[in-house]
């Protein structure tokens, strides 16, 4: 069973995403991690760069597969977790903590395209 705060959104696409003040931050899920098994590889987006909802904010590889990780909103990248590229398996041991990017979303308030727990809990049927 996997491990899914309440106080995070989730978008269906596995990511997480944690409003702090006016940004926010985004990484993949515990269920997403899990499925993905022992994380090799990680890359983040740069900052400055400007995203759309559904683009490609960073990319993963495990021994399994690679998979990438998609902004659920849109706005400028103001912060990349650096620390991913050299320690990819910090993911495995808590995705919670292994953020991807802040993000200033170019709208202010919570996006209504995003789930709660007990939304991501039941499409990922937990």
Sequence with gaps: MSNIPNDLLYAKS????????????????????????????????????????????????????????????DGEVIES???LGDKPEQINEDPYASWF??????????PTNLLDAAGYKAMIGE
């Design 101 to 110: 990017i802040r993000i200033r979303p170019a709208q202010p308030g919570i």
């Design 81 to 83: 977790n650096s620390t």
């Design 14 to 73: 596995h990511e997480w995403i944690k409003l702090d003040g006016d940004t926010f931050l985004i990484g993949i899920t515990d269920h997403a991690q899990c499925e993905l098994g022992d994380l090799v590889f990680a890359e983040v987006a740069a900052v400055g760069k400007v995203l759309k909802a559904g683009q490609v904010i960073g990319s993963i590889e495990s021994v399994k597969t690679a998979s990438d990780i998609y902004s659920p909103v």
